[in-house]
């Protein structure tokens, strides 16, 4: 498995999960240090997303990039792939197709969190998952069509009704067969401990319905700490994900606390236990 930390360009999102918020440079200098193989980043737009910038830093630096979030379209303009509004839908759906394209071209794929909203009252809740799997059909089709997947994450209940545990994350990408559309399950370990009974054997789970079904791995603590200031088992998660065939990145998205340096340092630390062995 590979490591990678994340990078905030989203002023507004100076309080979020994120561990460098002082711009892509810096971020990525950090990261390098770090010995991170990757970063993921976490911009305000397609049309701010600083692409000459990123090509020319990743051209001198051994960093990949991992992934891409979408959620400063939530964030900054409350756009949601849920949306009742037919017009505020497909804005959101362009929102993050343009984040597709420009993460396509960096080889990585982006990422639906906070875009996928959640249902305004609990009766509309069908209605609220079938216009997410429409969304996730047509963004699904849109990264296959260039050449990556699309990472849907299930976050915890305090952030969404729709979906909370990753079992019932599959479940409706099976169902919707979005997981032949290129959809994979976003795997964020600080969500996983508030909702599912037990993470490891959550994600044995998942890796018995299907070898390919995790995508991405949010390498976080219980307190959305460093992986290692909290109380979770990560040796049981990383055997976990090992047995389940899982080989792609662990990224850390997570406070900078005590430190961005030393978050950063603290993740690499919990990697490097099991994959310099
Ligand atoms: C996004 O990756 C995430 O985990 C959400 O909690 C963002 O708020
Ligand atoms: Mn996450």
């Known amino acids: 498995m590979k490591s990678a930390i994340t990078v905030c360009l989203v002023p507004e999102a100076a309080r979020g999960p994120f561990v460098f918020h002082d711009g892509l440079t810096s971020g990525?200098?950090?990261?390098?240090?770090?010995?991170?193989?990757?970063?993921?980043?976490?911009?305000?737009?397609?049309?701010?997303?600083?692409?000459?910038?990123?090509?020319?830093?990743?051209?001198?630096?051994?960093?990949?990039?991992?992934?891409?979030?979408?959620?400063?379209?939530?964030?900054?303009e409350r756009l949601s792939l849920t949306d009742t509004d037919a017009d505020r839908r497909r804005q959101a759906i362009q929102f993050v197709a343009e984040i597709i394209e420009i993460a396509a071209e960096f080889n990585a794929p982006a990422i639906i969190g906070s875009m996928q909203g959640q249902a305004s009252d609990i009766t509309h809740r069908t209605?609220?998952?079938?216009?997410?799997?429409?969304?996730?059909?047509?963004?699904?089709d849109h990264a296959q069509r260039h050449g990556q997947v699309l990472l849907y994450e299930a976050l915890n209940r305090y952030e969404t009704n729709l979906l909370n545990t990753q079992e019932d994350a599959a479940n409706f990408l099976i169902k919707h067969s979005l997981v032949g559309n290129g959809v994979r399950l976003l795997c964020d370990l600080f969500h996983m401990n508030i909702e599912e009974q037990n993470v490891p054997e959550t994600i044995t789970r998942l890796g018995n319905l299907s070898s390919d079904?995790?995508?991405h791995v949010h390498?976080?603590?219980?307190?959305?700490?460093?992986?290692?200031?909290?109380?979770?088992?990560?040796?049981?998660?990383?055997?976990?994900?090992?047995?389940?065939?899982?080989?792609?990145?662990?990224?850390?998205e997570v406070f900078p606390l005590p430190s961005p340096t030393e978050a950063a340092s603290q993740t690499i630390l919990s990697i490097e236990a099991f994959t310099s062995s």
């Open 28 to 76: 990525c200098q950090h990261a390098a240090d770090a010995g991170f193989n990757a970063i993921e980043i976490f911009p305000p737009s397609a049309s701010e997303f600083p692409t000459q910038q990123l090509h020319s830093i990743l051209q001198q630096s051994p960093l990949d990039l991992a992934a891409v979030g979408t959620g400063a379209g939530w964030l900054k």
């Open 219 to 252: 390498w976080a603590d219980s307190n959305r700490r460093a992986m290692g200031l909290g109380h979770t088992d990560s040796n049981a998660i990383y055997r976990a994900l090992n047995a389940a065939g899982y080989d792609k990145y662990l990224a850390a």
């Open 213 to 215: 079904l995790i995508g």
């Open 127 to 140: 209605e609220s998952l079938d216009l997410l799997a429409e969304a996730l059909c047509t963004l699904g």
